[in-house]
């Protein structure tokens, strides 16, 4: 069946540091792609999406890459800052029978120290 | 624009009562999920709806109830609380269509069962 797997936080930088989060999933056809962040005390919101292969979402200095080749859609960032301190949330959407599904990642944490 | 508001924020509940909580989207989408995180962890779905009249379990179903009479409606019924049912509670909403939809999320309601 289709799924998401996302490395294992938390992930601890100093300010400034190269971010990267992976995110690797299994699905059939041609899945959407998305990342999306959870601030302490928040629900979650979409940060980036791609919809196919070779698409780059961006957004807020983050990026990443559909590859369809790897099946991977790492999450990037060159320079973090404290207040991207946050848990991270890769995602994939598809379709079955007509109906739209959605599957998350278990979430990565990441905590940027100044 | 409100998005999908929560109603409450907060509640504390002994075991064996009952509670309903609410949530409602003004953005005209056709679907509306219901997630539990516990803490640390991911999403669960508990349940979903596809639209006015629709609706479907997700991977945690049990100990919950849902409706969906309209399109921007759709409360969860807790109807014997117990302690494995203390998380946090986020409602969502996405459109369908061509494309790669988001979802919006609620800013989640916090449930203690005691």
């Known amino acids: 069946g289709n799924s998401v797997t996302q490395m294992e936080g938390p992930v601890t930088l100093s300010e400034e540091a190269f971010l990267t989060i992976n995110c690797t999933y299994t699905?059939?056809?041609?899945?959407?792609l998305f990342w999306y962040v959870q601030y302490p005390g928040e629900g979650l919101q979409l940060l980036l999406k791609?919809?196919?292969?070779?698409d780059k979402g961006s957004n807020k200095g983050f990026e990443a890459t559909y590859r369809k080749e790897t099946t991977s859609f790492h999450l990037e960032k060159g320079s973090v800052q404290v207040s991207d301190s946050a848990v991270y949330f890769c995602?994939?959407?598809?379709?079955?029978?007509?109906?739209?599904?959605?599957?998350f990642g278990t979430g990565t944490r990441l905590k940027v120290l100044a | 624009n409100a998005g999908v508001t929560q109603t409450p924020k907060f509640r504390i509940l002994k075991i064996g009562q009952s509670m309903t909580l609410q949530c409602t989207q003004d953005?005209?989408?056709?679907?509306m999920y219901w997630y539990r995180q516990d803490p640390g962890m991911g999403l669960k779905l508990i349940y979903y709806?596809?639209?006015?009249?629709?609706?479907d379990k997700g991977e945690v179903p049990n100990g919950y109830n849902v409706s969906r009479s309209t399109t921007e409606d759709f409360p969860l019924r807790l109807e014997l609380a117990a302690p494995s049912q203390t998380s946090v509670y986020f409602c969502?909403?996405?459109?369908?269509?061509?494309?790669?939809?988001?979802?919006?999320f609620g800013p989640g309601t916090r449930l203690t069962v005691l």
């Open positions: 953005m005209n989408h056709n679907y």
């Open positions: 791609a919809t196919k292969a070779d």
């Open positions: 699905a059939t056809g041609y899945p959407s």
């Open positions: 995602a994939l959407s598809y379709t079955t029978s007509g109906t739209y599904k959605y599957i």
């Open positions: 969502a909403s996405s459109y369908s269509g061509q494309g790669a939809y988001e979802q919006f």
């Open positions: 709806s596809v639209g006015a009249g629709i609706t």
